[in-house]
């Protein structure tokens, strides 16, 4: 814990990401939808942004991608701005599900409430939460993180939005369960729609390092806005550390040690508090549905800086 | 994360329990033995021990109870130190179960490989292992004890073995349905009479913080013997972050955010990594399994002294 | 086995339904949707078909009621009409399933192929087999139910219908999940609206026990048209006899012996092939679903005639 | 319904077994203990015993194999004779179980209740009612066999009975988890004792069809001793009907249309109530665990002679 930044450097990046570019080939790109498919595997990226806001990056830190389940972290953090705790939290819980992300065993036996915010059910239910809320939560989301990162072009990609919608039938019957348990207040289409917005936002990693730094920050920007409390951060890396990589979050935790969150996409977020955050982005998933060298790249680099929370 | 120690000290533990006492009468002594349901459920205490070695302690730090699940820290640490890390983890997961803790739905259908290591059926898989090795595994883990401790008269709290082996249909089910997958080597019933002899051992609060704190010490004892690796002591607190307070794991990293493994006995032991260990007791469990009041104490511990690893 | 008919008259259901009266109050009327919960707890209702198209008939023989899941007999006979029996028995399959009648575990463990077309998932999967068959299926089924009965009038209960279609999210949760596994061809909303209908149909106990005579008399109508063959008839007793009364199937053929079909409404049909087929009516719900008078009212049947099919 | 026992005859049989012969090779032998996996895929064996006592056979109807859980149905039998109706179904359900013949899932769930007598977890409740009210229950079988079918030498295989008991642990979990809700008497490993010793029956098929001959003979054995009421056995049949055959118990009515039970040895009884029993034999087994041929051989039979009971 003691030696902040002082190895932190683009070699240091790039050597890492030479080191994993090995193992591409023995993962596996998310193929649901074919707009993920046709992502070719070769990516591979890493961006570091310190709470001082130097930058560091490597590979390909400037190419955006469909960031996915990252985007659950937005989506809470939204919902943290606008409603009381005890209003989120009677409606999904913060515990890890042990079981895959789109599940709905588990959802039926916890009468419609979902284990945490980062499995999909519990974004769907956040995403509702900011529907209700917002007239406009597309427009909404889109000026956040736009706000956070400072990058005015930052969008969706519609044609990913588009895609998931039309494969939506998993997700529809996790919010009609839900709903059908009286945990779900909008039409269940409309959220949906929104929520793969979410979704399918387009970000680099250098713009997800910036934009998750307040998580680091003790809630705050490089700018010095207070987005949320010290507290809420501290509470969004705990979720993040105990449920943030779907069944592989106690893999992470034991192997890497520092909060993350992971998409699809094959991006990955991670915090070290008071520190800095971590982008990398590897297309190709485990088993676990995290990017396989992506996960490898943030063990290297927790090894070599001795940061790890524990 | 900066103020270390300059507020720990006795009157803040008493202060501490002050505040939480009000809440006895709220939990429940767990009740499935007799040992363990005549505890006065009046009991409260709590001790820090810092990895300079310095003790903190507050009401009854000096009385002994049955450590129960916390023992299974105990468990995998001996098993660390005779088994390659291979050879550990093929035969017992690393992620939270999502599920009470003694559950046999999901060891079925995970075709008898545990969770993790701090559910029933991971300890005694790890028992099985130890009574695998050693030749007189209750011996061993004695002496283990009170090598971490200096403290030459702990001991098992026979009765309460004795109590336990009587009610062990359950356990003696989980062990059964491991060995039907071929997870298991030596006798169902010998291993179990180990492993609940390893919950009975009778510590007091004083006790666990020391003999713990090789946890927030990198590995190594007060008196500088290295006892596991520093990345092994990173490891298990990373599993006691996700996995050490049953299914209210993700609910303990939100609110305190440091790791910590609890007992049914009431117990808890907590590690700030380079920092100290704090042990509470407070009989009275939650509806998780974890002691109501000694949560309580914790939160406002890690609220008072900022010392939350998020 | 011996002593067909000889005690069958309306003196005989007139006093079965005097003893099961003093049940009423024992059980619960249906109240997911206000529809049903409004009906009176005091209808009871029996009337007997033979297959030589003789009529006995006792209480409330003449009302019609919402006959709910008693469709789903129908929907199959239909859907045979129409479909190859592959085509059938590869979307859905022919087993009992442990568990309430509208549980989405075991659709989703097992891949979106419901259990038995007699639980909701197995219905509204031939109701999108019929769906997607007939271009106006409400109609078709009308017509279908007249030509069994010989009453023009029966027709649906738009109210019940509508109130359904409000309270669908369980339902469209199921259809979805079945969707998300490709089991599943029309639109998810416009199939349950035509599900919703089929349970409303609105018939009362002699026409009940007139449209399933094809089913005691080798798929024949008592004007001799062949509806199926005998042996698709034998096929749909074999169903109803292990998944016809939910998750008291076993009970109902433990007690009672002979092949039947419950509805929420309080409806049950039985059939005893080659002899008579028997329609009951009390809106109070037992345990599992099923009529408490209904199945008490059939038991006494079964004993005073001595014709179960063991 | 009508032509009864006017087809049956020893070609009939051969006619049967010659058909389905050709289906061997398509199954698998039980191989989960030596003693079962060595016996040869093709033996093949079919017998029919009538009400009125005659006998029909063909293939090795005279050679005998291990029963295994067709003698489930003997240990219901002796524990109706001895037990009250009440004192069995308080410890054991009436319904089909939805899920393969060992799981522990459902039992947990449930309770300790297992669903029916006739999966492992209900007829080991049943072995230990028997244990707990006869001094010498392995003897007692024996001679109840014995009286059944006038075989004096009818006896277990205690090779088989062995290698069950060194196979034990998925079975002893079942009786744990039974024990630790308190649905269990006796000591776990004696019942498991017994219960193997049962399974390891040594019966022909000839033998077979006359043990089980009360059941289509309303409880009453060829020599007029009322073993059972009519009513026992109509309920035992009806239990068949619905819990039978494993997780293919559905298939099996659809298919044949009859009561039966099967055994992992590849045996199989029939019932035809008041008419006649048939047992066949072929050892390799379909997915549901059931005789592949010999459920052809059935199937052929129900055909010919048209006696489902539907």
């Given at each position: 814990m003691k030696t902040l930044n002082t190895t932190l450097s683009n070699t240091l990046l790039i050597d890492i990401l030479q080191?994993?570019?090995?193992?591409?080939?023995?993962g596996k790109v998310a193929n649901y939808i074919p707009a993920l498919a046709e992502v070719p595997n070769h990516h591979l990226a890493m961006a570091v942004c310190t709470v001082e806001g130097e930058i560091f990056s490597a590979g390909d830190a400037y190419e955006r991608f469909s960031i996915q389940s990252i985007s659950k972290v937005l989506g809470l953090t939204l919902a943290m701005t606008r409603y009381r705790e005890d209003e989120i939290w009677c409606r999904v819980g913060k515990e890890p599900s042990g079981l895959p992300f789109n599940s709905l065993v588990q959802l039926?036996?916890?009468?419609?409430?979902?284990?945490?915010?980062?499995?999909?059910?519990?974004?769907?239910?956040?995403?509702?939460?900011?529907?209700?809320?917002?007239s406009t939560p597309k427009q909404r989301?889109?000026?956040?993180?736009?706000?956070?990162?400072?990058?005015?072009?930052?969008?969706?990609?519609?044609?990913?939005?588009?895609?998931?919608?039309?494969?939506?039938?998993?997700?529809?019957?996790i919010a009609y369960l839900m709903k059908s348990f009286g945990n779900f207040k909008s039409d269940v289409l409309a959220v949906l729609e929104t929520y793969f917005h979410y979704c399918s936002l387009s970000m680099n990693c250098v713009e997800l390092a910036q934009c998750f730094n307040y998580l680091a920050n003790n809630g705050r920007l490089l700018n010095n806005d207070q987005i949320i409390t010290p507290i809420q951060a501290r509470q969004i890396n705990a979720l993040m550390m105990t449920c943030g990589m779907y069944d592989g979050s106690g893999e992470f935790a034991f192997r890497i040690g520092i909060p993350g969150k992971s998409g699809v996409g094959g991006g990955i977020i991670c915090v070290v508090p008071n520190a800095f955050t971590v982008a990398v982005w590897s297309p190709e998933l485990n088993k676990s549905g995290n990017s396989l060298s992506g996960c490898a790249a943030l063990e290297l680099l927790s090894q070599r800086i001795g940061r790890s929370v524990f």
């Amino acid at each position: 814990m003691k030696t902040l930044n002082t190895t932190l450097s683009n070699t240091l990046l790039i050597d890492i990401l030479q080191q994993v570019r090995a193992l591409i080939g023995q993962g596996k790109v998310a193929n649901y939808i074919p707009a993920l498919a046709e992502v070719p595997n070769h990516h591979l990226a890493m961006a570091v942004c310190t709470v001082e806001g130097e930058i560091f990056s490597a590979g390909d830190a400037y190419e955006r991608f469909s960031i996915q389940s990252i985007s659950k972290v937005l989506g809470l953090t939204l919902a943290m701005t606008r409603y009381r705790e005890d209003e989120i939290w009677c409606r999904v819980g913060k515990e890890p599900s042990g079981l895959p992300f789109n599940s709905l065993v588990q959802l039926e036996m916890e009468k419609g409430i979902p284990r945490n915010p980062f499995i999909n059910a519990g974004a769907i239910i956040i995403t509702d939460m900011l529907q209700f809320r917002f007239s406009t939560p597309k427009q909404r989301m889109l000026e956040f993180v736009r706000s956070l990162t400072g990058q005015t072009d930052i969008s969706y990609d519609n044609q990913v939005a588009k895609s998931e919608m039309e494969h939506a039938s998993r997700n529809a019957a996790i919010a009609y369960l839900m709903k059908s348990f009286g945990n779900f207040k909008s039409d269940v289409l409309a959220v949906l729609e929104t929520y793969f917005h979410y979704c399918s936002l387009s970000m680099n990693c250098v713009e997800l390092a910036q934009c998750f730094n307040y998580l680091a920050n003790n809630g705050r920007l490089l700018n010095n806005d207070q987005i949320i409390t010290p507290i809420q951060a501290r509470q969004i890396n705990a979720l993040m550390m105990t449920c943030g990589m779907y069944d592989g979050s106690g893999e992470f935790a034991f192997r890497i040690g520092i909060p993350g969150k992971s998409g699809v996409g094959g991006g990955i977020i991670c915090v070290v508090p008071n520190a800095f955050t971590v982008a990398v982005w590897s297309p190709e998933l485990n088993k676990s549905g995290n990017s396989l060298s992506g996960c490898a790249a943030l063990e290297l680099l927790s090894q070599r800086i001795g940061r790890s929370v524990f």
